[in-house]
Every structure is written in C-alpha cells, then in structure tokens.
C-alpha cells in the first residue's frame, strides 16, 4: 500500500454536479491536509484535520465542505463549483507535534475540471 | 513581498553540473521543508531541516537560521532531476503549526 492515496486521479464535473475527492493514509499518522495547486501558484493550505479535529479552515468557499470520520481518512465534498476552481488538489498527512508540522506525505492529487 | 522567497524560478543544467536553489523567509519558524514535484503532480518530502545541514545522496540541504536562508544543492545532475522544486517554512500558529510555501523552482537537466 502505498502511504497516501487519492481518488479520483482526475475528474471532470459541471458546476451544477456534487462529486467527493477522497483521501486515505496508512501511516498511521495524526494529522491530514487538503492543499490546492492553481497554475503557476504556491500550493494554498485548505484544511487542516488533527486527531480528526478541523483546526484550521483557511478562508475557504463553503462549496468546498471537508470531512474526516477517522485519522485515516479525509474526504473533500463539491458542490455548486466554478471553472476558477479547477486545480490540483493535494492530500497529506503527517505526525503533528506541539513543535512543528512533521514531514509531510503528499498523495498523487486530484486534478480538478469544472466546466 | 512573500514570506517565502526561491530563487532562480527557472533553471537549466547541463548533466552533471552542480546546481543550486535558494530559499529565503521573513517568518519565524519551527523547521524548514524542501519538497520535489514531478510532471503529473505528485510530492515528496526530500528533507526537513531546522539547523545546519542534511544529506541524502546526491542532495544536500543547508539552513542558516541568523540569516534566515536555506539552499539546496544536486551534485551530478541527472535529467531525472528535472521537477519542480519547493521551499515551505513551518511557522507558528496557535494549533501548533503550519507550513508556508514558496512558488518553486523549475530545474531542467538537459543530457
């Protein structure tokens, strides 16, 4: 198994659909992470999950609505989206400490269409 | 002006050359994360570092914490070096800790 996986690997949705982006870990880790990656932008924090816990929601659209049923997997659900929403979107998990972030491991992301 | 700074943007190496990338930050940190992405998206970790210097064969990674600058050397280049190469500071929030990205280095290695 490999450490992070993402699915769909790539999807194409009308801005009237609702579709899910799933993420799953295995190992064993105690936070995860949505992140997009627009065209020729740094990659933009989304959500922050620790200990199944959303510590962190970054200015995000509510189109976009997080869920995580347990540390090892996360899901992003999306609904009503516009075509400005079409990027990369990168899961991650790590082993957050009081100190810092740990390393993180990347999943093969998502790429996102919305015509 | 962005908390995390890389330079060059864009770099082309002929194989073998030793190459060079730099990562400034104006934000305090916890430790500094140099990550590769390759064509079609995917992301490794290659090193997190919080002081002095990291190996990993032919990639060396350095911090200088006074002066706020990390750089990240390739010995030997190889085309399979070529990806995208980026900097991110963890830097302190009241959760604890989140990571800060720079926009990345394009690294091409021509044979």
């Known amino acids: 198994e490999t450490g992070v996986t993402q699915t769909p690997r790539h999807l194409v949705m009308g801005m009237t659909n609702k579709k899910?982006?799933?993420?799953e870990q295995h190992l064993g880790h105690n936070a995860m992470y949505w992140y997009k990656q627009s065209a020729k932008k740094p990659l933009e924090l989304m959500f922050?999950?620790?200990l199944e816990e959303r510590v962190e929601n970054n200015s995000v659209p509510s189109r976009f609505s997080p869920e995580c049923p347990n540390?090892?997997?996360l899901f992003l659900h999306l609904?009503?989206?516009?075509p400005e929403d079409s990027a990369l979107y990168l899961c991650a998990s790590s082993q957050m400490t009081g100190?810092?972030?740990?390393?993180?491991f990347f999943g093969e992301g998502s790429?996102?269409?919305v015509l | 002006k962005n908390e995390v700074e890389q330079s060059p943007q864009n770099l082309t190496a002929q194989e073998g050359e030793f190459i060079t990338?730099?990562?400034s930050y104006s934000v305090g940190i916890s430790a500094l994360h140099w990550l590769q992405q390759h064509p079609g998206g995917g992301i490794v970790s290659l090193f997190m570092l919080s002081s002095g210097k990291k190996k990993h064969g032919r990639l060396i990674a350095t911090i200088n914490i006074q002066e706020k600058h990390s750089s990240l050397h390739i010995t030997a280049s190889h085309?399979?070096?070529s990806a995208v190469y980026i900097c991110a500071v963890g830097s302190y929030m009241e959760y604890g800790n989140k990571l800060v990205f720079g926009a990345g280095t394009i690294l091409r290695v021509k044979s």
Not at chain 1, 99 to 104: K, N, S
Request: aromatic share 4%; hydrophobic share 25%.
């Open chain 2, 21 to 23: 990338i730099n990562c």
């Open chain 2, 79 to 81: 085309p399979r070096d």
């Open chain 1, 71 to 73: 540390s090892s997997h």
């Open chain 1, 111 to 113: 790429r996102l269409t």
């Open chain 1, 48 to 50: 922050v999950y620790s």
């Open chain 1, 20 to 23: 899910s982006l799933k993420c």
């Open chain 1, 99 to 104: 100190l810092d972030t740990g390393e993180l």
């Open chain 1, 79 to 82: 609904h009503t989206l516009q």
